[in-house]
């Protein structure tokens, strides 16, 4: 997720922005929105009440920008304040499992079985998104090697989550059937012979 394309490497979309319409100053152009606190759900696996605040040099006015951390972050962001970042490069990680699923086939450039990354997630927020929602903590899955669904809400992932589900009661058919398929091409007389 770090080598995202960014408004800082013209690689991002054109419509983030950093200063919203109307504002003057840094402090009111770079707030990013809090998450909303829950009384009912408990912290991520790993995750802390404690927010951490560390300071940046934007690389867009060369000024201090004081940033909060989203509870239970594990990025060590000492190197944001190293050298001037610009806002939208500044994000908060809390990794999550991280499958892997032995692949062979036409995926594989060895021509044995190869370790391919499957259905693993992280929670991140991006505080100074041009795009609210992306500000909030948001899930992204990475569905296989760097093919990512991004930017779940709650909502949307359990959305997800009941689609993989049944996709799961689908697959399992395709399996029986392709099972029966071969099983009756391999015994057909055309491919005995």
């Known amino acids: 997720m770090e080598g995202l394309p960014t ?17 003057t100053g840094l402090a009111t152009r ?6 909303a606190p829950s009384d009912s759900a408990p912290p991520a696996m790993g995750a802390s009440a404690d927010r951490r605040t560390f ?12 940033a ?19 806002p939208h490069d500044i994000y908060c990680n809390i990794p999550g499992t991280a499958g892997e699923l032995p692949l062979y086939g036409p995926l594989c450039d060895t021509g044995r079985p190869e370790d391919f990354r499957f259905l ?14 992306e500000r909030l903590p948001f899930v992204s899955i990475e569905a296989i090697d760097d ?5 779940l809400d709650p909502d949307t992932l359990e959305m997800v989550i009941s689609h993989l589900q049944k996709q799961v009661d689908s697959l ?11 099983t009756a091409y391999l015994n057909s007389p055309e491919v005995a012979a």
């Open 68 to 86: 909060t951390c989203m509870p239970g972050c594990m990025i060590d962001h000492k190197a944001d304040g190293d050298r001037p970042e610009h």
């Open 7 to 23: 408004a800082a490497n013209n690689g991002g979309p054109k419509d983030h922005t950093t200063h919203p319409l109307g504002s």
């Open 120 to 133: 693993s997630w992280q929670i991140q927020s991006r505080p100074f998104s041009g795009r609210p929602s």
């Open 30 to 35: 770079l707030q990013p929105v809090p998450a």
């Open 147 to 151: 093919h990512y669904i991004e930017y």
């Open 55 to 66: 300071t940046f040099t934007s690389s867009i006015t060369g000024e201090n920008v004081t």
């Open 172 to 182: 399992r058919e395709a399996h029986a059937q392709l099972v029966n398929v071969r």
